[in-house]
């Protein structure tokens, strides 16, 4: 009886001994993970940062070309280049670095054309949408856009002053 009461417990004790082991293991790993996983965000938020900076500079200036070196941003580091590709397209590319990870952003930005819109007005002041329009793709109004019932717009709309109803 004590031997089999002896042989009970060190089994029992070896048993939980060995899920503390694998739950200490889990839970490091776990957080070597997370820790990762946080630091590859990170470098690719202040990569983005970087290149929303960048776009708001040209936004203001569409000549500036000259970028940014190694700017200081929420713990990290970014970089940007401005690249002119040939008619009036630009490649901006953002590398960011935060704590040994490198992460790289890049867009490739161009003016918008008229010609993408399937309708658009200077003014609508002498007419209305009205009940049975249908307007299939992008719309804009460059001034108030006066609807009177329930119009379809199959594309995006958009109108500078808002809507007159």
């Not at 983005?48 to 580091?77: H, I, T």
């Not at 490739?108 to 010609?115: C, E, G, K, V």
């Not at 399937?118 to 992008?138: H, K």
């Amino acid at each position: 009886m004590g031997r089999s009461s002896l042989i009970l417990v060190m089994s029992f004790s070896i048993m939980l001994m060995l899920l503390g082991n694998n739950m200490s293991r889990v839970s490091s790993t776990a957080m070597e993970n997370y820790t990762a996983y946080y630091s590859s965000q990170m470098a690719h938020n202040i990569a983005g940062a970087g290149m929303n900076v960048a776009c708001r500079a040209l936004y203001e200036n569409p000549v500036w070309r000259d970028g940014f070196s190694n700017k200081d941003f929420s713990g990290g580091k970014y970089t940007v280049s401005v690249t002119e590709l040939g008619g009036n397209r630009l490649r901006v590319t953002s590398t960011a670095t935060f704590f040994g990870l490198t992460r790289v952003v890049a867009c490739i930005l161009q003016p918008s054309s008229f010609s993408r819109f399937n309708y658009y007005s200077v003014t609508d002041q002498s007419g209305y949408w009205i009940t049975g329009d249908t307007l299939w793709g992008p719309f804009h109004c460059n001034n108030t856009l006066n609807v009177a019932g329930t119009p379809v717009f199959m594309g995006r709309a958009t109108s500078l002053k808002g809507i007159n109803n």
